[in-house]
């Protein structure tokens, strides 16, 4: 976990996923960054959950909650 935002009904999780991060294409978005410490993944999870820095936590994922964008057109990849 790179990053825990606490929300109050929810609390957003970056981490790093053994991924290619690529540029989203967002002016409003968090300069980019290359750092092995930067976040290519966000997950919204329950307030009370046990995620906490510096711990590894077991995530599971439903695949109709995940989203995909094209690396060079920045569009949404869609059924």
Partial sequence: MTLIEALGSEIM?????????VDSGDPDAAQESTSAT?????????????ARMG???????????IHFFDATTRLAIRD
């Fill in 55 to 65: 711990q590894q936590v077991e995530v599971a994922v439903s695949a109709e909650n």
């Fill in 13 to 21: 999780v970056h981490f790093r996923l053994d991924a290619k991060t």
């Fill in 38 to 50: 930067a976040a290519n993944a966000v997950g919204r999870f329950h307030p009370r959950s046990p």
